[in-house]
Every structure is written in structure tokens, then in C-alpha cells.
DNA sequence: AGCTCAATTTAGAGTAATCTAAAAAATATT
DNA sequence: AATATTTTTTAGATTACTCTAAATTGAGCT
């Protein structure tokens, strides 16, 4: 009754795109999603309807039923405790820890994941600060943004920084930027992040990288 | 490059079986092993024999190249490093750790198992006893054996048990089996290893399942 | 040497996941 | 409303792994 690396990454990608008020998801945006070709996406789509995973009819797109929602969300807690291990106990970086999570949130073990859990402190959020929902599906809504999704005009208060490397935080220090300002986006650029903001009446510009480093919780 | 599981699983599985000098092992001995048919293995063996990670000639078998070698040697590291991950980070039992760390040997990440290694402290046995190769292939031999495996006349010194709940350990202090003891194999069943033995010159027994947990080095 | 039997390989087929190219349906445009 | 465009599905094939049944090879026995 296990479901395929497959089947669980297509519902994986379905709850990702539901952003809809019915949560219908297009096939081409799941083929976009999981790269892979159309038809592709058709012939699964057919097989977790089967399944009674999804409610799928010709032309009209998918959404998750109970169940399936129930396993993509699984899947999410899985990847996030993972990565949360990852960059906590073994000390890896947050950028490097996400395609090892997309393999171990495969593993078919619910005692493992308890245990896991348990060992972590039960995180509410993962180092990108995403909320990791609890066994039930439940999850606290996120606290912190990265600086990086912030839109012009929105304000906040700087929570910390992903890296932790000293000549990352001199680096900020010298910006004026240290943990517990307030700042306010003025531009964000579309493409690569680098931004504008306002800190103590200054003005001050960043690249998307170091943006992307910097937690901020809105206010 | 990534090898397939099924690939990776072969490989174990000749290893595994690699005890003849040559170290060659028959069809059916894979196909038992992996409890698959014996027409599935010889593909497999032709497949292996392209990649050059065997070296197999028709009705006679197969045997690890080095590249082969190297392969299944680094599954046998990994899957040992979460054996003891499973057992002595979240503190599950030796006896249901097997299953999972089947699983976690194959997640793609040099790096995530250096990590892993420093963070249990480069640990030379798993929680089974059995040695665990190094990043060079490189291993001690086994210093303690369950003693269940033990044959009749062979003797030895109690070095630890596996699961260390009061209760197990009260039982052991009340038959006289302490760490220190030595203590000589009388009798040892091919079935079920319901097992007895000599210990300050009384006779015990012991089921098979309690054997199992007594860690012993041999003398 | 010839026979027998077990071990192994080949032949043919099935399942899961994927692809490209062509057909069909839905949507947008004039 | 008719046509053009985009989206989605169907058709047909491919790769990886597996199976059963039949054919072949090798090894032991008389």
C-alpha cells in the first residue's frame, strides 16, 4: 500500500500548487513543476484518481482528496524534520540540505519520523522558515521570511541570519544591520532579489544573496 | 552516474555472498538472497558485467570488480552509520533498525555521510557488532559477536548487551551474567540458538532471543 | 563415453514510468 | 459565431525490472 517515489512527488507537487479557493492545479503546471512532459503528467493523473487520491476529471484539472491531502502533507513534515537534522545536528548549510531532504522524505517509516521529531524538540519551522506541520497535518503559520520575499513597502524586524559565519555577521554589522532592527523595503528586484531598504533613516543596498540570508519577522 | 537500487542491492548481495577464495558467487545464490528468480539475476549479472562493476562469464558465476567492490564496501559503511544513527541518536531498538537503514544506504550524499560519521564519533562497530568500513573502504575486524553465534566448545567474555532496559539487564544479574564474566558454549541449536553454557561452573540456558542481546568477545 | 539432473540462460511477456507526435477539447480572438 | 491558439489527452514506443516456461549447459554417475 506504499505509494511510488513517483506517485508521492506527484502529490507533492499538487499540494504545492493548490493555491486556487477549490485547490484545482493544471496539468501543464504540474509538468512545469515536476519537469517532465504533459502526458506524462496525464497517465498519473489518471492512476491517483484511480487511487482515489485526487479528483480528476478530463480537461478540468486535479485537486487533492482527504487522503491524498493527507499524504502530501506527510510528505512536507517529512522533508522539513529532515532538513531541520540536517542543518542542526550535522551542521550543514541551508542551501545544501534541500535535494538530500527530497530523497529522505521517502523513507517509509513512522516510528523513524516520531523518533526524529522527538530527538529535534518538535521545530515548528525548518531553516528556510517553513512551517513543519505536526503528525495530525496541523501547522503554526510561518513567522519569518527570508528579507529576499519581502515587497516593496512591507516592514519588519530583523529575527537572525541562516549563516552563522563570522564574516557574514561583521559583514552585517557594518551594514547597520544587526538582530532586532527595523527596516522597510523600498525596491526588491523581480529577478535576482537585490534590494533597497531603509535601516535608522539610512538608506542601504543589498545583493539577493546575502538577502536571502536574512530572517525577518513582519510587522 | 548514480547507480539504480536494484543495482546497488545486487551489488550488496555479492558481496554479501563473496566468501569462495575467487570470491565467486552462483545465480541462484543472488536469487535466494534477493528472493528473486534466477532468469531476473542473470540480467541483472550482464547488466553489472557492462558497467564493469562485475566480472561474469556465462554458467560461471560472478564476482566484484574493484570499482564493484568500492560500491558495495560504501553501502555497507553507510547502511551501518545509520544503524547506529537509528540506535544510539533517536534510541530505537537494535532489532528494528534494520528494515529502515535498508532503505537510508541508498540517499545519494558523500558529504551527508562524512557528516554523519564525525557526528557519531567515527564508530567502528554497528549496533549488530559487525565492523564498519571507513571513507577508504578499510575495516577492524569484529570484535564482539552475539552469543547466539557462538558454536559448542568456543568461549569467551561478556563485553555488553544490546538493549539496556532494567528489566533485561535484572534478568541477566539474576542467572549470574554480568560484564567481565567468562564463560564457555555447551550446547547451541541450529533452529531457535536456545543455547547453554558454563559460567563460574554452573550450567544456564538461555532462549535464543536473550542470547541474541548478549555481546560477547571470544577468547 | 553416455546419461541424468540440477543450474543457468533464453524467450516472451507484463508493469511502471517516461517520451514524442498527433488528435481532441477548451479557451481566446476577431 | 467562426476561427485561431493553447491546453490536454490519446496513441505508440522505450527503458528498467520483473516474471514463468522452455531450452541449454555443466557436472556427477555408472
Known amino acids: 500500500m506504499g505509494l511510488s517515489y513517483a506517485e508521492e512527488n506527484y502529490l507533492k507537487a499538487i499540494l504545492k500548487l ?18 517532465t512532459s504533459a502526458a506524462s503528467v496525464t497517465d498519473m493523473l489518471k492512476k491517483l484518481s484511480d487511487k482515489e487520491l485526487i479528483t480528476y476529471q478530463r480537461y ?3 485537486s487533492l482528496t482527504e487522503d491524498g491531502q493527507r ?7 517529512k522533508h522539513r524534520l529532515w532538513e ?3 542543518v542542526k545536528t550535522l551542521g550543514m548549510t541551508w542551501d545544501e540540505v534541500h535535494e538530500i531532504a527530497e530523497e529522505l522524505e521517502h523513507i517509509q517509516s513512522d516510528r523513524l519520523i516520531e523518533r526524529l521529531d522527538q530527538f529535534l524538540g518538535h521545530p515548528k519551522f525548518d531553516p528556510h522558515g517553513d512551517p513543519i506541520p505536526n503528525a495530525q497535518g496541523k501547522y503554526t503559520l510561518r513567522a519569518q521570511v527570508p528579507l529576499s520575499e519581502l515587497k516593496p513597502g512591507q516592514e ?5 541570519v541562516r549563516e552563522d559565519e563570522t564574516s557574514f555577521l561583521k559583514h552585517l554589522n557594518e551594514k547597520g544591520l544587526t538582530v532586532g532592527k527595523s527596516i522597510k523595503v523600498i525596491t526588491n528586484d523581480d529577478y535576482d532579489n537585490t534590494l533597497s531598504l531603509h535601516v535608522d533613516g539610512h538608506e542601504l543596498n543589498l ?7 536574512i530572517m525577518i519577522k513582519t510587522t
Open 207 to 213: 545583493s539577493g544573496k546575502v538577502a536571502r540570508n
Open 156 to 160: 519588519g524586524i530583523v529575527i537572525g
Open 18 to 35: 493548490s493555491g486556487t479557493p477549490d485547490g484545482t492545479v493544471s496539468t501543464n503546471a504540474i509538468a512545469a513543476q515536476l519537469a
Open 84 to 86: 531541520v537534522f540536517l
Open 71 to 77: 499524504i502530501a502533507t506527510t510528505l512536507v513534515r
Open 60 to 62: 478540468k484539472g486535479a
